[in-house]
């Protein structure tokens, strides 16, 4: 047995520890609640929201910016909660990210019940806290999980999540019982259940994250490196910035994820005009968005299971293929609903596959004193990509077609294609280095 066969089982036996395991399945409890819990709270900002957007700001251009207000609230709260997780731990951070949601939903109460705008805006940015607390909590789910399960873990609190994902977007009903009870508006009733549901799952993160993953995976990782929390924002981004410069598969693994949210976003955000411009009701609407929902999440457990089996790149070539397929049905068969509604169930599949192993391949290739960070910064810059790519796809499907932005996304999809055949992309580092 080689050194780094050493290092390798070194690794795998410290973090197989019991008392590791137990804190990693109390971390896995908690986190599925919180997802669940907190989603649900989340989901209103691109149904209700978007529909509160019209009504308060009666502009098309005003309500699109309002539309993706939540999406840049993620994009920059992201990379804040990221360093917050790594100066104080995953509980605070996460805590701090639902509370922080929880305030924007009740600021919408009031925006909703008064129609005001300036409180709309502001409600939006903040709900989107939730969105980078969702996202930062599958790679608090990877802290203490053993190296050939990392995967698995993160694509299990994806999956959780896709409870209140689609519960979310729904609390128009019960908003109505609210509404009758307390004289609020249906939409500013919703939005105080949303309130609700994110502060509690800030309070259970908060009061159950114990001892903190982030925290106790810090002690597994080699004495001599250094410690986030002792360093200034500053020296962090310098040390992400030679991470990246010197590390192909954290680089490889960036361009992955934000790939796939170029490309699922830019599709997916247009999918309800086009839908609608063929003469398509908004019931098809709901439906075609619910089952591309479904399609982004409902095989994370397998996606991830695949991952560890079989490897990143693997998985992402697999992605890259169900991405190509779907981009191709969108753009020969643009004018069929139905095969709209399988082109976006497929996309929502391809997502899955090349985001959570692209995911759990920057957790995996990140040297750990810079992980929490790193992490936060990958999820500011995939909202960043997302709200840039949905703000972009509006002109071109003016201009041109449904057909021509399918065509479009699928030539996106070329480096990484490219990247994904070189093996050198994916070359395998040690993973003492890379692993707490």
Do not use: K
């Not at 909703?112 to 903040?126: E, R």
């Not at 697999?318 to 139905?338: C, E, Q, T, Y």
Request: aromatic residues 6%; contains cysteine; positive net charge.
């Amino acid at each position: 047995m080689d050194v780094q066969e050493q290092e390798i089982d070194a690794t795998a036996v410290s973090r197989a520890t019991p008392a590791a395991a137990a804190i990693q399945r109390r971390t896995m409890r908690v986190l599925a609640v919180t997802q669940v819990v907190g989603m649900i709270g989340v989901g209103v900002a691109p149904s209700i929201g978007v529909l509160l957007a019209g009504d308060v700001t009666h502009s098309e251009a005003w309500g699109g910016l309002a539309r993706t207000a939540s999406t840049l609230g993620a994009a920059l709260l992201g990379l804040p909660l990221g360093i917050l997780a790594a100066r104080f731990g995953r509980r605070v951070a996460l805590a701090t990210g639902w509370w922080t949601a929880a305030l924007g939903s009740a600021i919408l109460v009031a925006a909703a019940q008064w129609s005001a705008v300036v409180p709309l805006f502001v409600g939006l940015l903040l709900i989107g806290a939730g969105s980078a607390a969702g996202l930062q909590s599958r790679f608090a789910a990877t802290d203490l999980a053993e190296p050939h399960h990392r995967a698995r873990a993160l694509a299990l609190i994806v999956w959780v999540g896709t409870l209140g994902s689609v519960l979310g977007p729904n609390l128009g009903a019960p908003g109505a019982v609210v509404s009758d009870a307390t004289g609020l508006t249906v939409y500013a009733s919703a939005f105080l259940i949303a309130a609700v549901c994110l502060a509690l799952a800030g309070v259970v993160v908060f009061a159950w994250l114990r001892p903190d993953p982030l925290r106790v995976s810090a002690t597994l990782a080699p004495h001599d490196a250094p410690r986030a929390a002792s360093s200034t924002l500053r020296e962090r981004f310098a040390r992400l910035r030679a991470e990246l410069r010197g590390n192909p598969r954290a680089r490889y693994a960036v361009l992955a994820v934000l790939t796939a949210q170029a490309v699922m976003v830019a599709v997916m955000t247009m999918t309800p005009v086009h839908i609608v411009h063929e003469g398509g009701s908004l019931t098809i609407v709901g439906i075609t968005i619910s089952l591309h929902v479904l399609g982004m999440y409902a095989l994370a457990p397998v996606v991830g299971a695949l991952v560890d089996l079989r490897g990143h790149r693997l998985t992402i070539a697999v992605g890259i293929g169900i991405f190509a397929v779907s981009l191709l049905v969108g753009a020969l068969l643009s004018a069929s609903m139905r095969w709209t509604t399988v082109s976006l169930i497929l996309l929502g599949v391809g997502w899955s596959f090349v985001n959570v192993a692209g995911s759990a391949l920057f957790s995996e290739a990140i040297a750990p004193e810079g992980r929490a960070s790193a992490q936060g910064a990958l999820d500011a810059m995939s909202n960043l990509c997302g709200a840039a790519t949905a703000f972009l796809a509006g002109p071109l499907l003016a201009a041109t077609s449904f057909a021509t932005l399918s065509w479009v996304a699928l030539a996106v999809l070329a480096p990484l294609a490219f990247a994904t055949a070189s093996a050198r992309s994916v070359g395998r580092a040690r993973v003492s280095e890379r692993s707490p």
